[in-house]
C-alpha cells in the first residue's frame, strides 16, 4: 500500500484575502453585497436571501477567529454557534477562512466545502456544489470561480482564475484559468480568452 504524506497545515489566503481589522470585516461585506447585486444591508434580506445572512454571519466568525483576548474567544464561539444554526437550516457548509472577498452563494441547499480548500475574490457557488479533500488535500482556486450546479472538486487541484466549472461536472485535475469545464471527468470545452 502506497503511503501518504498528509500536511495538517492549512494554506492561507493572501492577507489581503483574510479578515483581521473591522476595516477588512466592512470591506468583505460590503463585496459580499456587491456580489449578489446590493449596495446595503437591509433587514428584509435576512428573510428574502438567507444565504446572504449566512454569509454574514460567516465573515463574522473569520472575524473573530483572529481576535485574541478572552472576549474576542467568547465573541467568537457566539458567532460561530449562530453560524452552525443557519448552516443546518440552509443545508450550507462553508468554513470559515475558505472564501476571498465578493463570495456569492446564489442558492441556499447542500453547498459542502472543505475546510482545507482556499479560493480567492468574487467565487459564486451554486446548489448541490461540494468540494472536497482527497488524501488529505483539497482544491485551491484563484479568483472570478464560477461553479455551477451539481458540481464536484476534490483532491490536490488548481482551479485557475476566471474558470467556469459546468453543471454537473467532476474536477479532479487541474483546471487553466478563463476556461470553461464540463463532464465526467471535467475536460476544457471552451476557451474564455477567446483564443
Not at 37 to 42: A, L, N, Q, T, V
Not at 67 to 93: H, K, M, N, P, T
Not at 108 to 113: L, M
Request: hydrophobic share 40%; with cysteine; charged share 20%.
Amino acid at each position: 500500500m502506497e503511503k501518504v504524506e498528509m500536511s495538517w497545515t492549512r494554506p492561507l489566503l493572501p492577507a489581503h484575502q483574510r479578515i483581521f481589522t473591522r476595516a477588512d470585516l466592512k470591506r468583505f461585506l460590503s463585496e459580499d453585497l456587491r456580489a449578489h447585486g446590493y449596495s446595503r444591508w437591509g433587514f428584509h434580506l435576512r428573510l428574502v436571501r438567507p444565504q446572504l445572512h449566512y454569509q454574514r454571519l460567516l465573515r463574522r466568525t473569520e472575524y473573530w477567529q483572529v481576535q485574541d483576548g478572552i472576549v474576542a474567544r467568547v465573541l467568537y464561539v457566539y458567532w460561530r454557534v449562530l453560524l452552525a444554526r443557519q448552516s443546518q437550516r440552509l443545508g450550507l457548509s462553508i468554513p470559515p477562512g475558505v472564501f476571498g472577498p465578493g463570495l456569492s452563494v446564489a442558492h441556499y441547499g447542500s453547498i459542502v466545502v472543505n475546510d482545507k480548500a482556499r479560493f480567492g475574490a468574487n467565487c459564486r457557488l451554486h446548489v448541490n456544489t461540494s468540494i472536497g479533500e482527497r488524501h488529505g488535500i483539497a482544491p485551491q482556486g484563484g479568483d472570478d470561480v464560477y461553479v455551477a450546479p451539481g458540481a464536484v472538486l476534490y483532491g490536490d487541484i488548481r482551479i485557475g482564475s476566471g474558470a467556469v466549472i459546468g453543471a454537473n461536472a467532476v474536477v479532479r485535475a487541474d483546471v487553466p484559468g478563463n476556461v470553461t469545464v464540463a463532464g465526467v471527468p471535467a475536460k476544457v470545452i471552451a476557451d474564455r480568452n477567446g483564443t
